[in-house]
Structure formats: structure tokens, C-alpha cells
């Protein structure tokens, strides 16, 4: 059974620009979750989708946007980028059940300039 | 707030030598808490998940214990393949996301 698959890997962008990442989550997992992983503040939670709809959210500013589609892939949006989005961005998935384990992927390493 | 604490923030050990790393949490009711492995440039790998105090999960050279207060995670003889980070996460009843503790980055020398 094929893992969380992210792209791109690694991404370089400047300030002011916006950038889309994608997250195709495990065959048969309707949940999708975003997290930001910095040195500084470790893993923080971004939002989580389940069939199409956004279920949570963590406490990040509005430039940061995500959805999901039918097939359950998952993108996630920032705009107007700031230097201090430069991080590890990871989509988990699930089955979607609440209290359940999480599915990483690799992540997408963004680099802002 | 939910608050998770890790300690140490990095362990070097040499090969055989047991220790043990601690995830300290405040949370508004636990309803699961949860280890995982990172290794470099990858994303966090399941370990296991503990549900209610006393509870104790052993996978090869790790064990995995929990308190109403903490957890520990015991490394037993470990070998250089174990270094890695260490992440604890809580999901309490203040919602559903995993809050993240910062790790414990942990390093075996042969």
C-alpha cells in the first residue's frame, strides 16, 4: 500500500509570492491533516480536512488556506510569503476517525528568500 | 492550553547504554498519547499509542509507559540505528488535532 505522498520535495520562493503544496494521502483515508514543522516551534497544526470539509484549525493567519478534493488529495495555500514560512510543511492522513494514529509524509521543504 | 514537554532536548548514548526519554503534559482530559520517530529529511513514523495511565506498549528495543502526568519512553541496549528524533503528541479533549511536543533528539555512538 503505497505512504503520503507529497510534492514538491523541496521549494524555493521570495517573499511576496504564494505557493501551493499538494498531499495525496493513503488509498482509503478520507482525513487529511497539515502541519508546519520549524527548529524553533517543532510540529504545529495547520487545519485538517475530512470528505471535503475543513474540521479544525490551528491558530495561523489567513494566508494560509487548504482544501480537499472527491479523491481525498489535498492542497494546501500560502500566500504573500513571509521569510518565517520557511519550514517543513507534512500532510498527515487517516482514516478519519478522531483519536486515531497519523500517516506522515515526507514533507515539503520551503525555503523563502 | 494543552502543554507538552520533552526532556531532554538531545541524548547521546553509547551503543548498549539504556536511558530512558520523558514527555511531561498538561492537558484538559487525555484521550490519547502518542510516540513517533523521525529521521532526518522524512516525516514522523508511528511508535505507539498509550490511552490511560499504567498502560505499557513494547516494540523490539522500546518501551513505552504512561502516567497521569508524563510518559517515558525506554530505550533498552540501543543500537546506532536507533538515533533519531523522539516526538510525543497529546490529543486531549480540547480538540482534535496532535499537540506536539519539540522531541528529543537522540544520538547511539558505536
Known amino acids: 500500500k503505497a505512504g503520503v505522498t507529497q510534492t514538491p520535495r523541496y521549494l524555493i520562493k521570495t517573499r511576496g509570492q504564494q505557493v501551493t503544496l499538494s498531499c495525496s494521502p493513503i488509498?482509503?483515508?478520507?482525513?487529511v491533516s497539515w502541519y508546519q514543522q520549524t527548529p524553533g516551534q517543532g510540529l504545529q497544526f495547520l487545519f485538517e480536512?475530512?470528505?471535503?470539509?475543513?474540521?479544525n484549525k490551528g491558530n495561523f493567519p489567513g494566508r494560509f488556506s487548504g482544501r480537499q478534493f472527491s479523491n481525498s488529495r489535498s492542497e494546501m495555500n500560502v500566500s504573500t510569503l513571509e521569510l518565517g514560512d520557511s519550514a517543513l510543511y507534512l500532510c498527515?492522513?487517516?482514516?478519519?476517525?478522531?483519536?486515531?494514529?497519523?500517516?506522515f509524509g515526507s514533507g515539503t521543504q520551503l525555503s523563502v528568500l | 492550553e494543552d502543554q507538552v514537554t520533552q526532556s531532554p532536548e538531545a541524548l547521546r548514548l553509547q551503543e548498549g547504554e539504556s536511558s530512558s526519554l520523558n514527555c511531561s503534559y498538561t492537558?484538559?482530559?487525555?484521550?490519547?498519547l502518542f510516540w513517533y520517530r523521525q529521521d532526518p529529511g522524512k516525516g514522523p513514523e508511528f511508535l505507539f499509542t498509550?490511552?490511560?495511565a499504567g498502560e505499557e506498549k513494547e516494540k523490539e528495543r522500546l518501551k513505552a509507559t504512561l502516567t497521569k502526568k508524563e510518559s517515558f519512553l525506554h530505550i533498552t541496549a540501543p543500537k546506532p540505528e536507533d538515533s533519531a528524533t523522539y516526538l510525543c503528541a497529546v490529543h486531549s479533549n480540547s480538540g482534535y488535532a496532535l499537540n506536539f511536543g519539540k522531541g528529543t533528539s537522540l544520538l547511539v555512538t558505536p
Open positions: 492537558v484538559s482530559g487525555l484521550r490519547g
Open positions: 498527515a492522513s487517516s482514516p478519519g476517525q478522531q483519536n486515531e494514529k497519523l500517516f
Open positions: 480536512y475530512f470528505s471535503e470539509t475543513q474540521r
Open positions: 498509550l490511552y490511560s
Open positions: 488509498s482509503g483515508h478520507r482525513s
